[in-house]
């Protein structure tokens, strides 16, 4: 879930350089993040079983923000197993604690430098698409 | 211009009733006695009948019979006529005039038909009577002769006879109302027209007749003919007369009154006289009319006269009138404003009244107004065009093309302007116009006077009214009584203070009654005082005044009382007609006099009585009497004193001279009051204390002539004060109280001056006052419950805290000293000696204040200060995030361009793009940096020991890490164990090993040192390296934000990091600074104060092998800061 489009461009474009080819939803904010998972709203009648492998979330959202949206993931047993990596610009330590106890999975700050930026979606990806198994019952 | 000249025409008498019976009997006897003389004689003239024919028809009765018949009945017939007319003669009644002008309307009618009766009888009479009596023998050709012979006749006398009659008729009753004509001119013209040419023609016909015998139908029809002719000739004279006296004949028409007649139905339609007088009449009529209805206007103006009448009114009547008038189109009234010197138009046709004016002209514009005003005429301008003194403004404005204006004038000044106007030009304005016109503006410069004149007699009569309520208003307000009498000696006023005075209800009571026998009646003693003797009627009698004192008036109530009285007489028009009395009650004055002889002979007895020395000094002879005391007071022999002021001014001890010279310069020329205290020196030498008082004597214009006073010796007297004073004033001088009362009544008998200045109240109060007033701790039974150990001698002394309340309600705390003190040979008192504690006492409350308001105090500041972190807070996160989302975006997609359109870009925009790139890292590192400056002050503080060498170490293991290939030399102080925040202190070591670590940079052998020490007894940490160094003067700089020393080629930094660390160091309660030399090397020195000292026993002894530590330097921390 990504608000701005610079920065959805630029993920996009981290992701596609270190060659990960799997399909990307992008969410501007966080009610559509939440439709898309609930299938709700405007995405009425979404298949449910087809959850991503990862979501990657950024805590400053217009309207629900993304702190609200990990608890909602959390709260639901539907997508409580999702596995999420909060992806944001704030190091505030209490952005940073308040994620792991809303039970994010991963804190990554996005760094200004590109090439730092590029490391670290190479190696998410590498890690939670590739490496990592996902909980059978996530759906 | 045409005018009736009343002295040539034919002016007729009047005629009385007598008269016009005989002449009226004379023209009928005429009207049928003549025409049958003359028609005989025509008859015998032109031989119809021969004369014995004629003797015989005269001789025979017929013919004389019938003209005997007529006259008898003409006569008889015609009196009817006349009788009402002579009726009318004799009474002069209105009632008898409509029957008069009735007889007027029917005679021409019964005139003509018994005379036309009469001319168709005779000739019937004559021809029978010749035939009867002459054997004439009649042919129808005489048949016809003898007619025409009647018509001659009937012609020549008939129509004059009856011209004479109508003629005697308008004698008769000339004067009277006739209302329509009978007879019009146009009939008579007419008759004179038609018949005198068939007179004439007749005559010529019969006279050829006669003569020649001739007589054919020839001649009849040119006879005819020219009777024809004669006829229609006289209708066109008829219907020419007609149109002369058309506009004369509109006035008979309506019934209205002829004022009231419409002008221009009276326009005349011919050129002859009767054209110009119609014209003439009609200008009459307009004058008069005019002229009547400003009458009406000013007489209206003299009806209103007493009440308001506006301005308004008269000049739209004025104009009205002025519009009715003039034949123009507008009218305009100008009045002359004195004060502007302008001329205002105030009414105009059309438009309203305006007291301001609709128009202002100014004495010097080119106007017709203008122009008329100064130059006091009338003016008649046919076309404005030519004339450049009109106005072309109002030229403009009114479309004005010819006027005519002439000035109003009053008393021979000119106070306006009246001006007609039309927008034709007008060729036409006559000398009568512009006398029309002066006219209209006479009347109205008169109306507006009237007008001016009623308004000034109005406001001298609201003024008159004012000043007459003053007057009353000054009578009743006065104190004076005050009434008038008249000559016979009755009251005709008074004023409020004479009844209440005179102690009646309301003047009513007193006016118009014989005032004398009311209030005067009777003489102080009772005795009776007849108004002869009375003083004031005497006077009056005299025409002077009269005054007295000596007498008295009598109540209502038949009391008396003294009184001073003024007469004056009133004079009108020389004559005395009154006098008015002014008196007052002197009751007042005469007992102040009876007080002021008992109260001197009272005086006089003191001064003998007291030792009391009286003089009197006059200035003017600089003479000084003195009483016997006053050389006993001296010390002198009696009679010693010469009576001279040098005298005296030797015997005053010199010191003293100087005041005593001035109070009484002082009391002769400021009149202050006199009242000296001075030495004099006796003859022995010895030194007197005396008291002098004195009055100033001043004659009638105020200035003084010389002084009354009294002496008094008080020598005795001083002298006891001196020693009184001595002791007060010592006692005075103490700072504390010192308050004496008795023991008995617990009054204060004694108060110094620091018990008066403590409590407020004065001496005098005081002294009336007891302890138990001033303290509101005790009642008075507690006070004597308190004091009377002491009296009963068990106690000597009483120590004891209160409170006093000064006068103003201030309570002090006081510390009481009392004493009960029983001297010899006084009575025994209690003596207080009060100290003001309140000093203490504040000091006291203050210190138990201060400590209640601490915790206060700092709750209050710990909650702001959370309330700034909060927005602090904030603020940093929003940095945190928002600034470094779009640096990015800068850098990610430079990145982008750099690698997806590489070959696209030359050297030069790769470099440009990396530098973008480089600005965007350096940005996102200073917000970081920024970041973590203001985490470290908003973050609260974790104390801990910690490890200082320990994380010394870990850091430039880190460093070294980064940077395998450098070689340094470090030195670590072993075992420094600070207490402190753990992640804040690895900030500074962070920052200060970093920078050791990157100035050392460019040294080939680098050193990095750690250490502590004591300096001035303060512990210091510090770091040391040999690197680049910098310059001394650049210190103070060297900790401020964004400060750097080198440039960013030299060393890459933010200029952030020592001011963080200050702020860190800060927060522990240390302070920071920096040796350094320039290319030498630096030393940062930074101490941990309060929250950073190691003060615990625990810490000291882990201080092991470290730089020995002082126990408490924290506090030097303090102090140092």
Not at chain 2, 118 to 128: F, G, K, N, R, T
Not at chain 2, 329 to 345: I, K, R, T, W
Not at chain 2, 655 to 678: C, G, H, I, Q, R
Request: hydrophobic content about 40%; aromatic content about 8%.
């Amino acid at each position: 879930m990504e608000d701005n489009p610079d920065d959805e461009a630029l993920t996009l474009r981290a992701l596609k350089k270190n060659n990960i080819a799997n399909e990307v939803i992008v969410a501007r904010d966080g009610v559509e993040a939440l439709d898309y998972l609930f299938a709700e709203g405007t995405h009425e009648g979404r298949d449910l079983s087809n959850q991503p492998q990862v979501i990657l979330l950024d805590l400053k959202l217009p309207r629900v923000d993304g702190l609200e949206v990990l608890k909602r993931i959390r709260e639901d047993d539907r997508t409580e197993r999702l596995p999420v990596v909060i992806l944001t610009t704030s190091n505030e330590e209490s952005d940073i604690i308040s994620s792991y106890d809303l039970g994010a999975n991963s804190y990554i700050r996005k760094p200004v430098d590109f090439d730092q930026f590029m490391e670290a979606v190479r190696q998410l990806g590498l890690y939670w698409l590739v490496l990592n198994i996902k909980s059978p019952n996530g759906q | 211009m045409t005018q009736v000249d009343i002295t040539n025409s034919h002016a007729m008498e009047a005629i009385d009733a007598q008269t016009f019976r005989k002449k009226f009997r004379l023209l009928i006897f005429i009207a049928w006695s003549v025409p049958a003389i003359f028609g005989l004689s025509f008859i015998l003239y032109v031989q119809i009948l021969s004369v014995p024919e004629m003797a015989a028809v005269m001789t025979h009765p017929l013919e004389p019979l019938f003209m005997a018949f007529w006259f008898i009945f003409s006569l008889w017939y015609f009196m009817r006529f006349a009788r009402p007319i002579v009726t009318y003669l004799e009474n002069s009644c209105d009632e008898s005039i409509p029957a008069a002008r009735d007889c007027v309307r029917r005679f021409p009618f019964h005139f003509w038909l018994l005379f036309l009766l009469y001319l168709v009888m005779a000739p019937v009479s004559v021809i029978w009577a010749a035939e009867l009596y002459a054997g004439f023998v009649s042919q129808p050709v005489d048949w016809f002769r003898i007619n025409m012979v009647a018509l001659i006749v009937s012609i020549i006398v008939g129509l004059p006879i009856f011209f004479l009659i109508l003629d005697l008729f308008g004698r008769a009753l000339s004067g009277v109302q006739m209302g329509k004509p009978h007879i019009t001119v146009k009939t008579k013209v007419f008759l004179i027209g038609a018949l005198v040419p068939l007179l004439i023609d007749t005559m010529l016909v019969q006279y050829y007749w006669s003569r020649t015998g001739f007589f054919t139908t020839e001649t009849f029809i040119v006879w005819l003919f020219l009777e024809l002719l004669a006829i229609g000739g006289s209708l066109i004279f008829v219907r020419s007369f007609g149109q002369s006296l058309a506009p004369l004949e509109a006035v008979f028409d309506g019934h209205q009154p002829l004022l009231g007649l419409e002008l221009n139905a009276l326009k005349s339609q011919s050129t002859d006289e009767i054209g110009v007088l119609a014209t003439a009449y009609r200008n009459l009529l307009s004058t008069l009319q005019m002229q009547s209805e400003m009458l009406e206007l000013n007489n209206w103006l003299l009806r209103k006269t007493g009440h308001s009448m506006s301005l308004e009114s008269v000049a739209n009547s004025v104009i009205s009138i002025a519009d009715r008038t003039m034949e123009g189109d507008m009218c305009f009234l100008l009045l002359h404003d004195a004060e502007q010197d302008e001329l205002v138009g105030v009414a105009q046709t059309g438009a309203k009244f305006n007291a301001g004016g609709h128009f202002r002209v100014a004495m010097d514009e080119p106007s017709l107004a203008i122009m008329t005003f100064k130059q006091d005429q009338v003016f008649a301008i046919a076309d404005v065009q030519t004339y450049p003194s009109c106005s072309p403004e109002l030229r403009q404005r009114f479309k004005i093309q010819s006027a005519l204006s002439a000035p109003l004038r009053l008393e021979g000044k000119p106070i306006g302007v009246l001006m007609s106007t039309s927008m034709k030009i007008r060729r036409d304005y006559s000398a009568r116009d512009e006398a029309v016109i002066q006219d209209l503006a006479r009347e109205a410069a008169l109306a507006i006077n009237t007008q001016r004149l009623n308004d000034q007699a109005l406001q001298a009569q609201v003024t008159q009214h004012e000043k007459d309520e003053l007057i009353e208003l000054l009578m009743d307000s006065t104190e004076e009584a005050i009434y008038g009498v008249d000559f016979d000696g009755n009251c005709t006023f008074v004023n409020r203070a004479c009844v209440e005075m005179l102690g009646y209800d309301n003047e009513s009571e007193l006016l118009g009654q014989g005032i004398h026998a009311l209030i005067h009646h009777s003489w102080p003693d009772g005795s009776p005082h007849p108004r002869a003797e009375c003083a004031v009627h005497i006077a009056t009698l005299e025409q002077s005044s009269a005054h007295g004192d000596d007498e008295v008036y009598w109540r209502k109530d038949g009391s008396s009382f003294p009184i001073e009285y003024w007469s004056h007489p009133i004079r009108k028009e020389g004559e005395i007609v009154g006098t008015v009395v002014t008196f007052l009650d002197i009751t007042e004055r005469i007992n102040t006099r009876k007080e002021l002889v008992q109260s001197s002979e009272r005086l006089g007895l003191a001064i003998d009585a007291g030792d009391i020395g009286v003089w009197e000094w006059d200035i003017a002879t600089d003479r000084l009497d003195w009483s016997e005391k006053m050389e006993e007071i001296f010390g002198m022999q009696a009679s010693e004193f010469k009576g001279e002021a040098q005298d005296f001014y030797d015997r005053v001890y010199p010191a003293d001279m100087e005041m005593l010279a001035k109070d009484t310069s002082d009391a002769l020329e400021k009149n202050t009051p006199f009242s000296v205290v001075y030495r004099i020196v006796k003859p022995d030498k010895s030194i007197g204390w005396v008291h002098c008082q004195a009055n100033v004597k001043r004659d009638a214009s105020g200035k003084s002539v010389g002084m009354i006073g009294v002496l008094t010796d008080i020598t005795a007297q001083k002298e006891a004060d001196q020693v009184v004073y001595r002791l007060k004033s010592t006692l005075d001088m103490t700072t504390d109280c010192v308050f004496m009362f008795d023991p008995e009544t617990l009054k204060f008998n004694y108060v110094n001056l620091g018990a008066i200045n403590q409590v407020g109240y004065s001496e005098q109060e005081m002294l009336d006052m007891s302890p138990v007033d001033i303290k509101p701790e005790f009642d008075e039974q507690a006070f004597r419950q308190m004091i009377q150990p002491m009296l009963d001698g068990e106690l000597k002394q009483h120590q004891f805290e209160t409170i006093h309340r000064r006068k103003n309600g201030d309570l002090i705390p006081v510390e009481i000293s009392l004493s009960y003190v029983q001297p010899a040979n006084e009575p025994a008192r209690f003596v207080a000696i009060v100290h003001d504690i309140t000093a203490r006492k504040r000091a006291e409350g203050e210190l138990r204040e201060h400590r209640d308001h601490l915790e206060e105090m700092v709750d209050a500041r710990t909650n702001e200060l959370q309330v700034v972190n909060k927005e602090l807070e904030a603020f940093a996160y929003s940095v945190s995030h928002d600034l470094r989302t779009p640096l990015r975006s800068i850098d990610g997609f430079s990145l982008a361009l750099l690698e997806d359109y590489r070959d696209k870009l030359d050297k030069d925009g790769r470099d440009y793009l990396s530098r973008i790139r480089g600005g965007a890292q350096k940005m996102a590192e200073l917000i970081d940096d920024l970041l973590e400056l203001s985490r470290v002050t908003r973050s609260r503080l974790k104390c801990e020991a910690i490890d200082l060498s320990a994380m010394t170490s870990e850091v430039l293991n880190e460093l070294a890490a980064r940077e395998p290939k450098r070689q340094v030399d470090t030195r670590i102080a072993e075992g420094i164990i600070v207490r402190g925040d753990r992640r804040l202190l690895k900030v500074v070591m962070d920052n200060l090993l970093g920078n050791a670590w990157k100035y050392t940079g460019k040294k080939e052998k680098p050193e990095i040192e750690f250490g502590v020490m004591e300096k001035n007894g303060e512990i210091v940490y510090y770091v040391r390296d040999n690197g680049a160094g910098f310059d001394m003067k650049y210190a103070d700089k060297l900790f401020g934000a964004f400060q750097r020393l080198h440039t960013s080629k030299e060393f890459s930094g933010t200029g952030v990091g020592l001011a963080t660390v200050q702020r860190i160091v800060h927060r522990h309660g240390g302070r920071t600074w920096a040796e350094a030399e320039q290319d030498s090397g630096a030393t940062i020195y930074f101490s941990l104060g309060v929250n950073g000292g190691g003060d615990n026993g625990q810490q000291e002894n882990t201080t092991g092998g470290g730089q020995p530590r002082r126990r408490g330097f924290n506090i030097a921390g303090v102090e140092e800061k």
